[in-house]
Structures are given as C-alpha cells and as structure tokens.
C-alpha cells in the first residue's frame, strides 16, 4: 500500500527549506547539513546531494544584480575605493548567506522532482 503525497512544488519547498517529498519536515539539521531522513515521512534525504550547484548560481544571480547597482553607486556618488570595497562586500556575502539555504533546498526539491524513482526508497 503506498502513501499518498501531495505534489509539493520545489520553488516552495525550497523557500520554506522543507522536505521535497511532503513538504512539511525540515530539510536541514545545520546551516547547510541536511538532515538523513525526513522527520515527517521518512524520505532519505542522505542520498540527496545538490554539490557546487546551488553556490555556483548564486554567484551568477548576485553578480548579475550586484555589479550594475554598485557601478550606479559609484557613478552617482563620491565615496573612497575602501568603502566601495566594504560596503560591497558585506552586500554580497549578506546576500549570498542569505540565500544559500534556500538555492539549496530549491536543487534538493528539483533533482527530487525530476529524479524521484533513483531517490526514494522502497523501505520508507
């Protein structure tokens, strides 16, 4: 007898950092370490792995959004090199921790979306 799921999508599980299959346990046990099984429907989530991925785009997205507003910045106003330096640097890294969990929970939800019969298992 198998257990009915409902189609959780992966944009809102990535949003609330849930579990791909249910949509309701937490996905992570650590900043980034997520945790082995879902508390609520036993998905083994050790076999999820989202690698550089996640990273990777959020260093595209933050560039693409980051770089013009600080060139506006520096155009329209005069600040000295060193604050365009510290100013930039706390955007960016505030912005990508800021992100990082979710463009996480996002890859987990897609490779579970699109990858289901080689992630789940037939024990849970």
């Not at 879902?38 to 770089?67: E, K, Y």
């Amino acid at each position: 007898m198998s257990t009915y799921y409902p189609n959780v999508s992966p944009m809102t599980a990535g949003l609330r950092c849930a579990c791909p299959r249910c949509g309701r346990g937490k996905l992570f046990k650590g900043f980034l370490t997520t945790n082995e099984r879902c508390s609520v429907c036993g998905l083994n989530l050790a076999r999820q792995d989202s690698g550089d991925g996640p990273a990777v785009f959020l260093i595209f997205i933050l560039g693409f959004l980051v770089v013009p507003v600080a060139l506006w910045v520096s155009m329209t106003v005069e600040w000295p090199l060193w604050l365009h330096a510290i100013v930039w640097s706390i955007v960016i890294l505030g912005l990508a921790l800021g992100m990082l969990r979710p463009a996480k929970a996002y890859v987990v939800a897609l490779q579970y979306r699109h990858r289901r019969d080689e992630l789940e298992d037939t024990d849970a």
